[in-house]
């Protein structure tokens, strides 16, 4: 039976993953078809993370002959069913980033507690400062919200295909690797790609 | 067939609901269990809500009789599946309450920097406004998060426990109520249950 891969917008977005195919995104996505036409795999990918993906690479650039070797599926989330025991795992890492954005927020607020007080006769200076706060806190924020965090339907779309199919879930995407991990699913690290297209064309 | 009642904790801990069936949450279990005992439905509660609920009442000044009536099941998180579009709901809900709580920290940073800026020489004071500015965020912060959260071990066990048996999952609590129409989970609320134990009681 095919290989069936389950593929990540990481993996030619990613400048260490697509480097492996190519210089740009379209580049490394035409030229991953190229190499996967040889091998005797089935390409799925979830039309939200095509669409994700096309917002990266030019759509146009690459044949249709192509892009056609991609079969746009969406996971049947009604239907798959998943354990529950993966419901305990989302919640706590859910309260253990809570947990942290508090202590995040937290430090920040001290820190502007101590810093100067506004002058507000000097100008738009304490504009300035007040937008660098914010703009501080949004950064470091967001990097502790998002890092390793299933915070996107396109990443549950990609987790349940996989699941569903009992696919391949190839990325490059520390994240999505680990949740995939989570429900069982099989994973395909980014570095491994090539040599494994290598090996299924030769196996044919 | 007997109809499965999943207990919550906040039948008995939630001031109005508790004041249906006594006035302290002892006294609520109790007089609930004295009225269940007549009907024909079985006591379903996991043991990580049970032992939650004797956080708030006093175990041993209700006779064992009574508590035995409790089933203290925990669900098979393993075997039960649950469809995969709730892992959407959840994902959702986790990315409202992360911008929530990014824009509540906002807040707290802008109004900190406009705050008088500490009196290093004024003794304790500075420590004082610090301590109140770190207090309200921590507030305002935990109201967010929580409220409507799918946040505990326990409610999570609650869910899949009234999913797994196909349940009627008893609760004063909006957030886990909701969250069992999510999951197609039948629910009692509170404010219905003694009316219903004296229906399943006339039924026999």
Redesign the interface.
Known sequence: MKKKLVLDTSIFVNPASAAAFGSSPTAALAAFLEQAKQADVELLMPPSIYAELMCFAEEAKISKALLLLIHRKP??????????????S???S??D??DR??R???R???E???????QSAAGDK?VR??AE??SR??ES??RI?REG?????A??DL??LA??VDGLLVSADQGVLSWAENLGISILSYDHLRDFLVEQNSNR
């Open positions: 996971p049947k989330k009604h239907e798959t069913r998943i354990p529950g025991v993966f419901i305990y989302l919640v706590e859910m309260r980033r809570v954005g508090l995040l927020a937290e920040h607020v001290r502007s507690l101590q810093a100067p007080a506004a304490p400062a007040d706060a914010i806190l949004r924020y967001r919200m965090m299933l915070d996107s339907r990443d549950v987790l349940l699941y569903e």
